[in-house]
């Protein structure tokens, strides 16, 4: 049988690696793999896994950091809370474009929503005796498992997509009303799925956030990248980002910089926590760090003990994004739309090819193309193709991905995106999908 | 009596942020006490308090920051175990300026030395079933202490002053005898008290870290600047900074850009993992994370969750300031130097008005004048006057400074620093501890 990589490639450096199982093996491992393989024979992966920018950084950030950085900021430490400049921006931004009213005061600059998220699970889960796990609306981002397992955290989950609509609020129901939940994570839109939760259903979230007194973490990584929407995007104008926020005072919203702006490289994201939740006296965390509000202990422990701030000329890149977006002098959304032309010729191509998308509607309506995308494999009986083994056999023909169960899905497939696959590429990934269905159709 | 600051502009904003040991108030409060003073009086302060670099930022770490945003590195996720060129730099300048040999790939850059010990806590606490307290050589750096209690970890510490030379070993003993100490730390020179421990102690420190399997975490934020040593700073030419790392295996060297470079503002260090330890592997960590080797723990676990790494264009600038120190190109030591001289005429102002200095000699030697200094000041009846209530004093004069009590330090008395007090200041500064003195020694 005809394969891009001959088998013993890859199975030999699995091998070497101890790696009998994909879905136990860590995206660096798999990379590992595929490097190796590309180094011995010549061939060039179609990488799906790397979920990297694949357009060029914002201008307008470089500019205004080159700028900061001509200026001296780089010997002074910057302010725990943030540059005021930066705290003024991100306060317009999520007025402009998810509508909610927030005081500029609590947007605290973070290195990357991954630093954002562990002191929020840090302040979180040490703010009331008894809380003391996470919720996982999965299927989710690997790594916030990770941390809580790195902070010796509690993880509860559940697969989203079986539960939408009428079914999310007591499938909720069923894990807050025990009491120990300290706060609840998604991305909104998912990654991996890129399902997009409700006006609707986020209602049902925030109410029960509030019931049983729990703190949504809303990532919003890909704001606006629901490309079904016409309209998102545009500065104070309706249609606006759904959000938890627009129905509790129990959140905190990770903006990122990483994908909206492209400055994934330089790890600055903002935690923009409710005003009311900011300003609430918690007696243990008073008890242990002298400071009883929560956005405090958020901002002159958790982040301070951390690293002391965010790189003060990457603030002044992130206050100047922000600022031009919410002035409609850059049009953010437009930028990354180029995401979603990507995605749609990548879907079509694995459609044709005897794949189908794992996740392929939302509600009934198809997900929207974006950064990510999922996608499975039948096998002539009719059953899913095992999605380590997808992972395994696709290596085979020069193609990578995640496996999807490393996200919490209950679904049998891979992670893809066509963030960094350029249009050359397509009539290869073409030939190779090509190869793998003749060889796995009979 | 005639103060600076009318003595109840101090007293009701402390009243008023329910203040009233100055040992038990943050650098902030004390500081937004000071702010409001300012702002009423018109006075400004001698901020002794503020331990910021004073001298600009390296021209050859703007520019490399500078051509790396050009290039378009802002878009791309940082590799999480450091740029190559960074490596192979850092792992150079350990070579040329502490005579110690390191693999390239166990330096690891971190967001500032603060990332850097957060992450070394975690790996040390989780490293070894049993060993899970951290034993602080005091006096130190509070931060490092809100660190493990940010982290839920054991604390146990000692003022080195009193345990020098011969002492130390016994004193060290008597806690790592126990077998709970999971690591060590101290930073060296000292922050406050500008001591430095020697190579002899620094011996005693390495054999009981081999002996009873701990680990030290070797801060050189003040990396040559014991300016009574001609010499240091060469590379690549004895004298070489004295380290723990020509004695033990069970190292951890701390980096940092931030005052070397006076590159603070950019939160950069790296992180220099001793080659065996970084090697070895822990059942523990194994069983937690599916990686044994406690460096790559470090790597993929703790600084993944904690940042996804160091942004990206920052990386690029500490490589260019690294080699070039390596390359004798760049004289960080002849800068820096700077505070020192600045410091010698502030401890001359202090002695002639009736201050002492608190930690004043080093095994019979008068410290160093380098980047903080500590100081006293003696009631008439030969006692000290306790801490807190100098620097409430001291406030009203116009000065401040951080109460040595913070830093684990068994003196009465205040850490300063004079790296960012300019010569025009002198005159005031004089004249404020003349009317403080006045005052008080009556």
Chains 1, 2 share one sequence.
């Not at 705290?87 to 947007?107: P, S």
């Not at 899905?409 to 992670?415: K, V």
């Amino acid at each position: 049988m005809e394969t891009i990589i001959p088998k013993n490639v890859i199975d030999d450096y699995l091998e070497k690696i101890e790696i009998t199982d994909l879905n136990k093996a860590s995206i660096r491992q798999v990379l590992a793999c595929e490097m190796n393989a590309e180094q011995v024979t010549g061939q060039k992966f179609i990488h799906f896994e790397m979920g990297v920018p694949g357009i060029p950084p914002s201008q307008i950030g470089i500019n205004a950091q080159k700028e900061a950085l001509d200026r001296g900021v780089a010997s002074k430490y910057p302010n725990i809370e943030g540059i005021p400049e930066l705290k003024e921006q991100a306060a317009r931004f999520v007025k402009a474009f998810i509508n909610t009213d927030i005081d500029r005061n609590h947007c605290h600059p973070t290195c990357g929503a991954m630093q954002g998220t562990f002191a929020a699970f840090l302040a979180c889960s040490q703010a009331v005796p008894g809380k003391d796990t996470i919720l996982y609306i999965d299927p989710g981002f690997p790594v916030q498992k990770m941390q809580a397992n790195v902070l010796g955290l509690k993880m509860a989950s559940f697969d989203v997509a079986d539960f939408r609509a009428e079914k999310l609020g007591p499938k909720l129901e069923s894990y807050l009303s025990k009491g120990n939940i300290c706060s609840m994570i998604y991305s909104n839109p998912n990654n991996p799925s890129w399902m997009c939760l409700t006006d609707s259903e986020l209602q049902t979230i925030g109410a029960l956030a509030t019931k049983y007194d729990t703190v949504v973490i809303e990532d919003l990584a890909y704001l606006t990248m629901d490309f079904r929407r016409e309209g998102l995007g545009i500065p104070f104008q309706p249609p606006y980002q759904v959000s938890v926020s627009h129905y509790t005072d129990n959140y905190i919203m990770m903006l990122s910089g990483s994908k909206i702006f492209s400055y994934a490289g330089e790890r600055i994201a903002v935690a923009c926590i409710s005003d009311k939740l900011y300003e609430r006296r918690f007696d243990a965390l008073q008890e242990r760090y002298a400071i009883s509000r929560f956005g405090a202990v958020y901002a002159y422990d958790m982040l301070y003990a951390m690293s002391s701030g965010v790189a003060h000329s990457v603030q002044y890149a992130m206050a100047a994004m922000l600022k031009a977006a919410c002035d409609g002098i850059y049009d953010f959304r437009k930028d990354i739309s180029e995401y979603a032309r990507r995605t749609k010729l990548v879907k079509q191509s694995l459609l044709r090819n005897g794949f189908h998308i794992s996740y392929d509607t939302d509600l009934g309506e198809l997900v929207s193309d974006g950064f990510f995308f999922t996608f499975g494999y039948k096998l002539p009986d009719g059953t899913d193709m095992e999605g380590g083994q997808l992972l395994h056999e696709l290596l085979y023909y020069g193609i990578s991905g995640i496996v999807l169960s490393s996200t919490g899905s209950t679904r049998q497939g891979l992670r893809g995106t066509s963030s960094n696959i350029t249009d050359d590429q397509l009539p290869v990934l073409e030939e190779r999908l090509r190869l793998f269905n003749q060889a796995h159709s009979k």
